[in-house]
């Protein structure tokens, strides 16, 4: 069993930069996978980054929404994942809400056993 609470969310301007993270339970954190994906309101939840359980691979949506501006991260010493962001726009508005399997990371929300509540980011113009 796996218990994942993020922190970190906001309100940040336009430009701005925030560092999210995902503090994980349990002595097994280092044998799993991490994954982002954040949810809008009205739309579907959305992949943003993975790692592996090393921290030596990780993954990126393949839309220019990520691409440059997100950094996935892990210190499996403080059983925490870390996501950051720059370079924030206000479509990056959304609850943020990591996410934990066994295996390798992914970007599909069903492959992943254990979720946290969620963050919220909200991004003004």
């Known amino acids: 069993q796996v218990q994942l609470v993020e922190s970190g969310g906001g309100l940040v301007q336009a430009g701005g930069s925030l560092r999210l993270s995902c503090a994980a339970s349990g002595r097994t954190f280092s044998s799993y996978a991490m994954g982002w994906f954040r949810q809008a309101p009205g739309k579907e939840r959305d992949f943003v980054a993975a790692?592996?359980?090393?921290?030596?691979?990780?993954?990126?949506a393949d839309s220019d929404f990520v691409k440059g501006r997100f950094t996935i991260s892990r210190d499996n010493g403080k059983n925490t994942v870390y996501l950051q962001m720059n370079s924030l726009k206000p479509e990056d508005t959304a609850v943020y809400y990591c996410?934990?399997?066994?295996?390798?990371?992914?970007?599909?929300?069903?492959?992943?056993?254990?979720w946290g509540q969620g963050t919220q980011v909200t991004v003004s113009s």
């Open positions: 790692i592996s359980w090393s921290g030596g691979s990780t993954y990126y």
């Open positions: 996410a934990a399997r066994r295996g390798s990371g992914t970007s599909a929300a069903g492959h992943y056993d254990y």
